[in-house]
């Protein structure tokens, strides 16, 4: 493996932030179809194929569902960087030790940055008042992380690349939308907090126990707190 290590494990790394599932199907299928030396062996097992395919189709769902896309992501801050070291770790397992805890740390560490941006700019996204902007993000990503996949498997350094260019591009995009995902964010606490999955904040114990002071005969929050609580109840509202 040697040189290609590291190309093949940011590739492989930035591919499972986004979606971990695709990238297993892709390398395990091409090993099972070419028998490629570059490839871990333990990826074309069938049983890894068949797991990993079912949960790329209830991926591809998910991904596409306003604020259920954001929950699922919240669900994969885990496993996505688990799958991204495991594959660098297998990547480098056949040559040596030291390989195996390279290619496991840049795989694992480029996979949950990977992951962070994913979520940001999904955040973004689930401003926009339509599902249209979810099912083209959802589809680009899917597309995009699986043709860059397959060329790590040929030509792993401008897989790196290009891999490396849409993670600066990523996060350029998230600086720039913060303030959007900030209130997408608030929306999307309210409305974990409304169906029991979230812990109330700070800020809404606050809100509760000043009204219950203003019950005892002390003073009511005042109106723009109320109406701005009301936004967070209604967090599918979405912006224009």
């Known amino acids: ?3 290609e290590l590291i190309p093949m494990a940011f590739t492989t790394g930035w591919g499972s932030g986004i979606n971990a599932y695709a990238v ?15 490839i871990p062996n333990a990826l074309a097992r069938t049983d890894v194929l068949i797991g990993a395919g079912v949960l790329f ?3 591809m769902l998910a991904d596409k569902i306003p604020y259920v896309d954001s929950a699922w992501d919240s669900v994969h801050t885990v496993v996505r960087p688990a799958v991204g070291a495991t594959i660098g770790y297998l990547i480098g397992h056949d040559t040596a030790t030291l390989d195996a805890a390279v290619g496991a740390a840049t795989g694992g560490v480029t996979a949950l940055i990977s992951h962070g941006i994913k979520a940001g700019l999904r955040a973004a996204v689930n401003t926009s008042p339509e599902p249209a902007s979810n099912v083209l993000v959802s589809t680009t990503e899917d597309v995009t992380v699986t043709g860059v996949t397959a060329l790590a498997i040929a030509h792993p350094w401008w ?12 996060a350029f995009f998230v600086y720039k939308l913060a303030g959007r ?6 929306r999307y606490d309210a409305w974990g907090e409304r169906v029991g999955i979230a812990v109330p904040s700070e800020r809404r114990e606050h809100r509760e126990h000043r009204e219950h002071r203003g019950r005892r005969g002390t003073a009511a929050p005042p109106p723009t707190s109320a109406r701005t609580d ?11």
């Open 230 to 240: 009301e936004r967070l109840e209604r967090p599918f509202d979405q912006e224009t």
């Open 159 to 170: 897989a790196a690349a290009i891999a490396l260019l849409f993670l600066v591009l990523g």
């Open 57 to 59: 189709v209830v991926e």
């Open 1 to 3: 493996m040697g040189a």
């Open 181 to 186: 995902i900030r209130r997408y964010k608030r």
């Open 24 to 38: 297993v199907l892709v390398l395990g299928l091409a090993d099972k179809i070419f028998n490629l030396s570059q």
